[in-house]
């Protein structure tokens, strides 16, 4: 498959996701500009990148249908890692152009393996252990102090899959639930973490790569509500955390985008987690930079020159839109929030349930706090809480 | 079909689309932020938008098609003039929502009759008059001195349809031709351009309008290759331009987006033609304002709070892409063009033919020249052509 890219001459190149969420949905937007082909292999026609794309195969992201989706497309690239990485080897065995690597997305979907191939290149990483029972949790607490935190080997997000234990009880209580569900575990020592950072790099597979300015993720509930970018670092540590990021994307030796999640515990950065596609962090880089996470991620999977990653203003807050408790659709809300001044809202195109990430707002700016307030605003909106910052309803 | 906008809380409304050119590829791709559905009547499945939007009814821009297409929809918009107005005007009257209206949509497409509305509106137009047969253009060269501009009535766009005269035996040949070939004519006075600029307004059916910075169209044989904005003249005429924009809006009563299209002669501003709907004039919009036109277009049919226009740098630059004389696809050349620094690609997954518009690329910048000077580096690269700019083929 390789070999058609070459010869783009009679056509464009066709870029196959796995996956259709708003991570694809918004890559789809980006390749409209480009020319390029996107096919999307989505779980339902119902996802969020399903309903706007024109060339989708609904088919569960492993097995047979990969395989038959892989052979329409010159390029294999993925918007989630619920996919099979032995397939994906075996892809790449037979000619496929699967950007990131299977190893990669090995790499990517197992917080185990990120720990122990990040502690071996000598990444800033915390004391971690994995875990066969209770027992593994009560030394690695006694160890290394209480609390701990007990994490899901595979397919946690956004908070599911991490528990902060606080004692023996707590961990024998979280082994019985995690062993009847099959779930695997790892431990880490609990990082003071006084503020939670994202970098992230677009990497072409000889090497070439740009990072985006490091950005500010304020979590809540262990979802991330709210990008800050420039994140408010010391410049020395934004520097840092550029200089990890490309030397995380060079040493596992990614292609397309690689998001860093970082921890900042005083002036020292620590890794937390690492994923290998666009990511909700980036979201911002759509009005905030000169090139967009998801047209980068493009171009990099094509092996095309990257994009510049320039900020567009001094300041860049993107706030995500959570299905609010009542249901309501955001879509209904949106002459509210478009009347916020610079308010870029996103909509995902998702049925509207309470917490669900169903989109968000970017703002520019000169001044963060201002930019913020805007974006807050317009995100409130959008979920009918208008009032809770202090605009009538 | 207007009742259905309002409960929007069950839903995205749907904006179709009549014609699925490269304009509307452009409104598909702004939809996709807004989460609004945009569904397209393409003359065919290969047209520019049709290849990439999931929603698609292939078929002719008048007749029962027309009909069936609107009733799927919440409001009926349009990227050409080549629909029929009466038809509109019915379905209108049947309680869609037809936006623009049917009456502006006729004024669009008959250059008589916008001069002599804009005539009778007093904003500055050229002399004119209507033509049946060669004596009219003869008696109106003797009268405002020749050469004189023949234009056809309807469906002339990039330089087809306009015709300069020297004089009475070249106004013969002209109206043997178009007589036989069943072209109405009008004629206006030779304007002595010493530029031509346009202004794009969005406009909400309550009367809300914003105005883009005004643009100069670079024009050669009469196709648009270049916009430069903000348009290189003293600020009094480019705020009489805008002006001039939303004066003719309002007096129109135009809903969207509306391109007013003009002469400068000296200090003077001579309209030249109105197009209501996104325009070629502001492909500059989606990298260089704040919003881009399309996501006006939207919200302005919607009747939803339109969104700055505020120049996103001190200079922006887009060429387009016309297809080269060897039938070349420019995709193949996408990774020299994406080399050059900053320049914001769009093709239109339109089959490569001579001299046909096939994307633009534009560049944001602190000073014109140099901003230009990278959009045709990296036009020129798209369509093989480096070597004719000074770049290494």
């Known amino acids: 498959m390789l070999a058609s890219m070459t010869s783009v001459a009679t056509g464009a190149p066709t870029v196959g996701i796995v996956g259709a969420g708003q991570l694809a ?5 980006a390749s409209i500009s480009l020319g390029v082909r996107v096919r999307l292999l989505a779980a339902s026609a119902a996802d969020s990148a399903a309903v706007v794309a024109s060339d989708v195969a609904v088919g569960p992201p492993t097995g047979p249908a990969v395989d038959r989706f892989a052979e329409g497309c010159d390029v294999l690239t993925f918007d989630h890692e619920l996919v099979d990485a032995d397939q994906l080897a075996c892809l790449e065995a037979s000619g496929s152009a699967v950007r990131p690597s299977a190893d990669v997305v090995a790499l990517a979907q ?3 393996r990120q720990r122990a191939q990040l502690g071996t290149l000598g990444f800033p990483i915390p ?3 994995p875990v066969r029972d209770a027992s593994d949790l009560v030394a690695f607490g006694a160890e290394h102090g209480w609390p701990i935190v007990a994490k899901a080997r595979r397919g946690g997000y956004d908070g599911r899959g991490v ?3 606080d004692g023996p009880e707590a961990a024998t209580a979280l082994v019985e639930h995690t062993a009847a569900s099959g779930i695997e575990l790892l431990v880490e020592a609990h990082v003071p973490i006084e ?3 994202a970098v992230l790099v677009a990497r072409r597979p000889g090497g070439q790569a740009v990072v985006y300015p490091v ?3 304020v979590q809540q509930d262990g979802i991330c509500r709210e990008l800050l970018a420039p994140a408010p670092v010391a410049p020395e540590l934004a520097a840092a955390a550029r200089e990890l990021g490309l030397g995380i994307a060079e040493a596992i030796g990614v292609v397309g985008v690689l998001a860093v999640e970082l921890f900042r515990v005083g002036d020292r950065l620590v890794v937390n987690e690492l994923a290998a596609r666009p990511h909700n962090s980036g979201h911002s880089t759509i009005e905030g930079c000169a090139t967009s996470q998801f047209e980068n991620h493009l171009r990099a999977v094509l092996d095309w020159p990257l994009g510049a990653t320039t900020p567009a203003a001094p300041a ?4 995500n839109v959570l299905g609010s408790a009542d249901g309501g659709d955001p879509v209904a809300n949106l002459p509210a929030a478009l009347e916020i001044e610079g308010a870029h809202v996103h909509l995902y195109g998702k049925a509207a349930r309470p917490g669900r990430k169903l989109g968000h707002v970017t703002a520019l700016g000169q001044d963060l706090d201002e930019t913020r307030a805007r974006a807050r ?3 409130a909106l959008l979920v009918g809480r208008g009032a809770a910052v202090g605009i009538p309803t």
Chains 1, 2 share one sequence.
């Open 195 to 197: 503020q939670e950072l």
């Open 377 to 379: 605003r317009a995100a």
């Open 25 to 29: 949905r918004m890559t789809y937007q």
């Open 316 to 319: 860049v807050a993107t706030v």
């Open 127 to 129: 004391p971690h252990a």
């Open 163 to 165: 528990w902060v234990l």
């Open 110 to 112: 197992d917080k185990r």
């Open 215 to 217: 950005v500010e993720t």
